[in-house]
C-alpha cells in the first residue's frame, strides 16, 4: 500500500538554524498538510496546502514557517530560524478528496537545542 | 468553530474484553466528517475509522466500530475483542466539510488505552 514518507526521522539543531523537513506525499492525492505534536500534547493543524497554494494556516504558522512542492512529488516544510519551542514531532499528510482520511507519515522528529 | 472533546486521558481494559473510547464534538457546520485515529508508542498516526454526518448508519472495520449519535454530537469508538497491541493513544479528529478547500482536521486530546493481562 502507498505511504507518506518524511525524511529525516529525527533532526537536532541548533536555534536560530533554518530546518527543511521534507515528504513525499502518495502519489495521486491533491491535499496535503503539515501538523506538529509537542511531546505529550495533542495534534496540531499548520498549514493546509492545494493546487500549489497553502488553503489554510494557523497561528502557529507564522512569517518563519514556509512551505514548498518545489517538484510536483515533495512537500517541504522550512523553519527559518527555529526557536526552543519549535521541539516537536511533525507529520505530514496527504489525501485524494476530502471525505477520504488523511494518510500520514511517520513523522519528524525535532529537536531544538 | 469546530472542537472536539476527549475526557477520558486514560482507559484500562482487560485483554478480550471490549472497551468504549469517548469523544464530543461540536461544529455548526450541518457536513462534517469524524475520524479516530491510533497513535502507538513509535509515533505514527495510523488512520482507524471514518463517521460522514449523513452516513445513516455506525462506520465499522473490524473490530473497530464508530458508536454516532448525532443529537448528542458523539462519535465512540468501540473497540471489541481488545489486544494486547491495542495499547496506544487514541485521538479523536473532525474536519468541517463546506469550507470549499482542503479543510483541516482538529484533534482532541486523545485517550492512552492499555491493555492488560
Known amino acids: 500500500e502507498p505511504e507518506v514518507t518524511q525524511t529525516p526521522s529525527h533532526q537536532v539543531t541548533q536555534m536560530g538554524q533554518e530546518v527543511i523537513l521534507r515528504c513525499v506525499p502518495i502519489?495521486?492525492?491533491?491535499?496535503f498538510y503539515w501538523y506538529r505534536q509537542i511531546l505529550g500534547q495533542k495534534v496540531e493543524f499548520l498549514v493546509s496546502?492545494?493546487?500549489?497554494?497553502?488553503?489554510?494556516k494557523s497561528e502557529i504558522f507564522d512569517d518563519q514557517f514556509s512551505v514548498e512542492r518545489p517538484d510536483g512529488s515533495n512537500f517541504t516544510l522550512k523553519i527559518r530560524s527555529t526557536k526552543l519551542e519549535d521541539s516537536a514531532m511533525y507529520f505530514c499528510?496527504?489525501?485524494?478528496?476530502?471525505?477520504?482520511?488523511?494518510?500520514f507519515g511517520n513523522g519528524t522528529r525535532l529537536t531544538v537545542t | 468553530a469546530q472542537k472536539i472533546t476527549q475526557t477520558q486521558p486514560g482507559m484500562f481494559v482487560q485483554e478480550k474484553e471490549a472497551v468504549t473510547l469517548d469523544c464530543t464534538y461540536d461544529t455548526s457546520d450541518p457536513s462534517y466528517g469524524l475520524f479516530w485515529y491510533k497513535q502507538p508508542s513509535s509515533g505514527e498516526m495510523i488512520f482507524l475509522i471514518y463517521q460522514g454526518s449523513y452516513d445513516q448508519q455506525n462506520a465499522t472495520e473490524g473490530r473497530y466500530s464508530l458508536n454516532f449519535q448525532k443529537a448528542r454530537k458523539s462519535a465512540n469508538l468501540v473497540i471489541s475483542a481488545s489486544q494486547l497491541g491495542d495499547s496506544a493513544m487514541y485521538f479523536c479528529a473532525m474536519r468541517e466539510l463546506n469550507t470549499g478547500t482542503a479543510s483541516k482536521l482538529t484533534f482532541g486530546t486523545g485517550t492512552r488505552l492499555q491493555v492488560t493481562l
Open positions: 502519489s495521486n492525492h491533491l491535499y
Open positions: 496546502f492545494y493546487n500549489n497554494e497553502i488553503s489554510e
Open positions: 499528510a496527504s489525501e485524494r478528496g476530502q471525505i477520504s482520511p488523511l494518510h
